[in-house]
């Protein structure tokens, strides 16, 4: 990819970037890349630089910017909002606030239909699990093993990836079940012949780790820094005929999987089930700090105690929503999405072909992952860090995740084109063979 040239400002570089990182933040946020860039643009699919390089950017700040950098039709809305009124918190009216409530009822599956804004996706699944414990009565959960659900004392515990449960003292009445991960089953089986046996474990958890009536079961409907684990078919009609019999709801974590990104406006439609209460947050503002979490009124209705979100829901974020979901309907970018998450596995299982280093793909729509691995299945996760790092310097953005850090993660803007697709196949085709 060519590089295009950008007007430059006096940016202070990178290295000075990561001095002062060093003295003001705190260690716990690393950074990507051996050697990263600072990024000081962007523009639909691609960002640039300090020095004016282009990327292609595959990764899309995590599942954020699905509808592009700085998308003019979106900031155009959200710039007249913030001239006109900035905050005044929820307890006062304003109308987009209830309107897109409104409009979240009638994109959501099934009858989900009352919502809670906040700000952050930790604090939508927060909100998700005091909502199924009000409901419920109960305060004991199930998550799954390689699940990320956020950073509060409470999110942190229901994640089941040890890198990210910080926390010391985690808070207990959790239990954990085996995740859906098919290609290194943690139970040691084959799909379809196991007969979802990672499915049918979590009625064992239920009658002998808790006390029969656990609150809520909750999941990401792909798990996303496990490494893009997409359930197999059948996985959530079973979970979700289990957790009927124990009056347990299922909480859908949609947070880097909603709002266009595997082709439906949620993932969790692809299987065919309607959760009883749901997460969204990133793409929702398109790089505006939104989130929410939803439920049916029969639910929602018991939460009744005094409850409020100080920006949650303010003018400027709820106006970037309502541009998002306008914009994803206009520009249809659910068909976008499965045409270039086809054309993009398809150019992947080529390349797989020829580069045996890439164990597994899969995913759906533009939400993809390739595994990498050594000849014995082990995680080539150095490796990895070395093709990214040559992409990088080729002009191409692209995520990493898993529990190893063995998955080349793609999740771009929904904006990408087939010549986008296409450069990046035929680069990662270039590197791959340079270090074969």
């Not at 994109?107 to 906040?118: D, E, I, R």
């Not at 139970?187 to 379809?192: S, T």
């Not at 993932?267 to 929410?292: R, T």
Request: proline share 5%; with cysteine; net charge negative.
């Amino acid at each position: 990819m060519e590089s295009e040239v950008i007007y430059l400002s006096n940016y202070i570089g990178p290295e000075a970037i990561l001095e002062k990182k060093k003295k003001y933040i705190m260690p716990c946020l690393a950074h990507f890349y051996k050697e990263p860039r600072q990024m000081v643009k962007g523009s639909m699919q691609y960002l640039f630089d300090s020095e004016g390089r282009r990327y292609l950017d595959c990764f899309a700040g995590v599942s954020v910017i699905n509808c592009g950098h700085c998308n003019p039709e979106i900031n155009a809305r959200v710039c007249e909002q913030v001239n006109t009124l900035q905050h005044v918190c929820n307890i006062y009216l304003t109308e987009n606030f209830v309107n897109l409530a409104e409009k979240l009822a009638e994109v959501t599956p099934g009858k989900l239909q009352k919502s809670f804004f906040c700000s952050t996706g930790t604090e939508a699944n927060e909100g998700s699990a005091l909502l199924a414990s009000i409901y419920t009565g109960s305060s004991e959960f199930i998550a799954l093993r390689n699940g990320l659900h956020g950073r509060t004392k409470l999110t942190m515990s229901l994640t089941g990836i040890g890198m990210w449960r910080t926390d010391p003292n985690p808070v207990g009445g959790i239990s954990f079940a085996p995740n859906p991960y098919c290609y290194r089953c943690p139970l040691g089986k084959k799909y379809p012949e196991c007969d979802l046996a990672c499915a049918n474990a979590i009625e064992d958890i239920i009658k002998t780790g808790t006390s029969g009536h656990p609150a809520a079961f909750i999941a990401e409907s792909i798990q996303g820094n496990a490494g893009i684990v997409v359930p197999p078919e059948g996985y959530f009609k079973r979970v979700k005929e289990i957790l009927a019999q124990y009056g347990t709801l299922f909480i859908a974590d949609e947070v880097q999987t909603g709002f266009a990104r595997t082709g439906k406006m949620f993932a969790i439609e692809n299987f065919d089930v309607v959760p009883d209460i749901m997460s969204v947050a990133k793409a929702l503002g398109n790089g505006a700090p939104i989130s929410a979490f939803i439920s049916t009124a029969e639910i929602a209705d018991t939460y009744t105690k005094p409850g409020a979100s100080t920006l949650g829901g303010n003018p400027v974020s709820t106006t970037a929503g309502l541009a998002v979901l306008n914009y994803i309907e206009e520009h249809d970018l659910k068909a976008n999405a499965l045409a270039r998450g086809r054309q993009l596995k398809e150019g992947l299982y080529e390349l797989q072909k020829k580069h045996p280093i890439i164990g597994d793909i899969r995913g759906i729509g533009l939400m993809v992952g390739a595994e990498f691995v050594h000849a014995d299945r082990s995680p080539a996760a150095e490796e990895l860090d070395l093709v990214l790092e040559e992409m990088k310097n080729r002009g191409f953005i692209i995520g990493k995740n898993g529990i190893a850090r063995n998955v080349m993660a793609f999740q771009p803007p929904l904006v990408i084109t087939e010549q986008d697709i296409d450069n990046v196949l035929d680069t990662l085709e270039q590197v791959l063979t340079k270090y074969r």
